[in-house]
């Protein structure tokens, strides 16, 4: 079983950026696409971003050109940077891999 712990989160004020950080207790992370979720109050999880094996990335539409998903293969480490932030952007943002779910970190942005 894949344990993940996220990081990273915080305050940000709009325009900001934070960069966070999972990391996965698995040898076998280089094999399992990797993705990030968020989950606003009130709202479904969605979908943000996803890096492959093969490093390709995709993202939903409301992140792109903001957001950018990378991973570390030697650390076992999915990260994403989230550069000019909304109040949108706040939710609680969760990493996925290997079917498993982290505990979430939490990102608020506002003035």
């Known amino acids: 079983q894949v344990q993940l712990v996220e990081s990273g989160g915080g305050l940000v004020q709009p325009g900001g950026s934070l960069k966070l950080s999972c990391v996965a207790s698995?040898?076998?992370?280089?094999?399992?696409?990797a993705r990030w979720f968020r989950q606003a109050p009130g709202k479904h999880r969605e979908f943000v971003a996803i890096v492959k094996t093969d490093g390709n990335t995709d993202y939903r539409t409301s992140v792109k050109g903001r957001f950018t998903i990378s991973r570390d293969n030697a650390k076992n480490t999915v990260y994403l940077q989230m550069s000019s932030l909304k109040p949108e952007d706040t939710a609680m943002y969760y990493c996925s891999v290997g079917g498993e779910w982290g505990q979430g970190t939490q990102v608020t942005v506002s003035s």
């Open positions: 698995t040898s076998q992370f280089s094999e399992h696409n």
